[in-house]
T-cell receptor
Framework: DAGVIQSPRHEVTEMGQEVTLRCKPI?????LFWYRQTMMRGLELLIY????????DSGMPEDRFSAKMPNASFSTLKIQPSEPRDSAVYFC????????????????FGPGTRLTVL | SQKIEQNSEALNIQEGKTATLTCNYT??????LQWYRQDPGRGPVFLLL?????KEKRKERLKVTFDTTLKQSLFHITASQPADSATYLC?????????????FGKGTHLIIQP
C-alpha cells in the first residue's frame, strides 16, 4: 500500500490567493482527518470525516477554510483567501475502526504539505 | 480549556540508558492515550495505545503508563539507541465507538547520544 498521499508537498503562494491541498487516504479506511502543525500551536485537528461525511469541523479556524470529501478516495482542504498566518504544515491522516484492538484509532499520516503564504 | 503538556525542552540521553518522556493533561478525561513518533519532514507514526482502564502497556523496548488520577502518562524507551532520536507526541482521544480526532501535545524532542 502506498500509504496516505498528499499533494502538493510544498506550496508557496501570495496573500489573498486560493490554496487547495489534496489527500488520498489508504484504501479501505473510512475515517479521514485534516491536521495543521506549527511550532507555536503544535498539531491541531481541523476537521474529520467518516464515510465521506464531515463529523467535527470545530477546529476549522474560520470561514476561509473549507474541506470536502466527494468520495472515499479523495479529499481537499481549501483556503480562500490565504493569509500569512496560515503558513504551516498540513497533514492528512486516515484510520479504520476495524483495526486491531491494540492499535485502536491508529491514525496513518501522510507526508504533509508545507504551505508558505507570503 | 483542554491542555496537554510535554517536556518543551529537548531531552538528551546517553545511548543504552532509559529515556522517560512525560505527558500531562488538564481539563480532560480521555478514553485512551496514544504515543506517536515524528521524524523531521515526515508525518507522525503510531507507536502505542493505552486505554483509561489500563495501567501499563509494553511493546518491545517501549513501555507506557497511564495514571488517570495524576492525569499523566509516562513513555519509556529502554536500551535507547541513536536511531530512537526523534520527536515524540502524546495524543488523547475521547470515544470508544469509532475513530475520532485526536488532541496532541506539542511533543518532546529526544536526542540519544552515542
Amino acid at each position: 500500500d502506498a500509504g496516505v498521499i498528499q499533494s502538493p508537498r510544498h506550496e508557496v503562494t501570495e496573500m489573498g490567493q486560493e490554496v487547495t491541498l489534496r489527500c488520498k487516504p489508504i484504501s479501505g479506511h473510512d475515517y479521514l482527518f485534516w491536521y495543521r502543525q506549527t511550532m507555536m500551536r503544535g498539531l491541531e485537528l481541523l476537521i474529520y470525516f467518516n464515510n465521506n461525511v464531515p463529523i467535527d469541523d470545530s477546529g476549522m479556524p474560520e470561514d476561509r477554510f473549507s474541506a470536502k470529501m466527494p468520495n472515499a478516495s479523495f479529499s481537499t482542504l481549501k483556503i480562500q483567501p490565504s493569509e500569512p498566518r496560515d503558513s504551516a504544515v498540513y497533514f492528512c491522516a486516515s484510520a479504520t475502526k476495524l483495526g486491531r484492538e491494540s492499535s485502536y484509532n491508529e491514525q496513518f499520516f501522510g507526508p504533509g504539505t508545507r504551505l508558505t503564504v507570503l | 480549556s483542554q491542555k496537554i503538556e510535554q517536556n518543551s525542552e529537548a531531552l538528551n540521553i546517553q545511548e543504552g540508558k532509559t529515556a522517560t518522556l512525560t505527558c500531562n493533561y488538564t481539563n480532560y478525561s480521555p478514553a485512551y492515550l496514544q504515543w506517536y513518533r515524528q521524524d523531521p519532514g515526515r508525518g507522525p507514526v503510531f507507536l502505542l495505545l493505552i486505554r483509561e482502564n489500563e495501567k501499563e502497556k509494553r511493546k518491545e523496548r517501549l513501555k507506557v503508563t497511564f495514571d488517570t488520577t495524576l492525569k499523566q502518562s509516562l513513555f519509556h524507551i529502554t536500551a535507547s539507541q541513536p536511531a530512537d532520536s526523534a520527536t515524540y507526541l502524546c495524543a488523547l482521544g475521547d470515544s470508544g465507538g469509532g475513530a475520532d480526532g485526536l488532541t496532541f501535545g506539542k511533543g518532546t524532542h529526544l536526542i540519544i547520544q552515542p
